[in-house]
């Protein structure tokens, strides 16, 4: 019902953001991976927002028809694929505060504790990979499929799904 609607919404915000919330345990920041972290945070947020506005007014202009056009051109799933880098971007800036080891801890347990945040940190960007991922191809929701029996009987669109990379961009 609606409480598990909301209930598993909330478990999901909290895994994807652990990068954030488990570098919230340390006061530890690096200038150098901040501004390394928000350029790759800026990148996926302007390849996200275009993708969205390109595919937006390609619809607006072309109703019926499958976007194959800017980033759409180079990834089926640009949108996805700049939030990856986003949230990427995210980790990078925390991970001085996910690899410090409190004072606390020495030895074996400080590398363990040091070591361990990064490490669950990293279950985020897997498990956004993998949502992704399945949603691409349709295991997740139903879009691949409405996809298909929408627009499969198009060669550029057979061609299309068969040339261009799920997520991650061709650039060569």
Known sequence: GTFGFWFVTFLWNVFCSLPYLLGLL?????????????????????????????????KQSHPGQFCNVGLWSISQHPNFFGNLVLWFGILVMNIPALTNVPSSFSGISGMVVGQGRLVIALLSPMFMWALFYGQAIGAVTPAAQQAMAKYGDDPEYQKYIAETPLIIPKLW
């Open 26 to 58: 340390s006061s530890k920041s690096d200038p150098l991976y901040v501004g390394l972290g928000s350029l790759v945070y800026g990148t996926g947020l302007i390849v996200e927002t275009l993708a969205d506005a390109q595919k937006w007014f390609f």
